[in-house]
């Protein structure tokens, strides 16, 4: 969806959940991220969905939106509590965001 700020594109992808996709909108305006917001999920209690709550993968994706190739999500995870799948989704969704404004609105 194109906006005054840039396009909105609204993913899904398999997290940690078999029953729930975990469901985001990220807006991208001249090839950056600028805003990623998680619209649903299904990832469990005190794991992945404590990752997303807390935002800081989120927001990190976002600062780091020139260097995804090459982003660790394992920086953000809590060493005892590790959502390894929940944050290699919320990095796929904004790579395939950034993929698809590159192939078709850049």
């Known amino acids: 969806e194109e906006t005054k700020t840039g396009y909105v594109f609204t ?15 990220v807006t991208i305006v001249d090839g ?26 989120i927001q990190a994706i976002i600062d780091e939106t020139d260097n995804l190739d090459s982003f660790d999500v394992f920086d953000y995870l809590d060493s005892e509590a590790s959502a390894t ?9 904004a790579l395939a965001a950034l993929e698809h404004y590159e192939e078709d609105y850049k």
């Open 11 to 25: 993913l899904e992808t398999d997290g940690f959940s078999s029953s729930t996709k975990i469901k985001a909108e």
């Open 32 to 57: 950056k991220i600028t805003d990623y917001t998680i619209v649903s999920n299904g990832e469990s209690a005190g794991y992945g969905k404590t990752l997303i709550e807390d935002e800081t993968i």
């Open 85 to 93: 799948i929940t944050a290699d989704a919320l990095l796929e969704i």
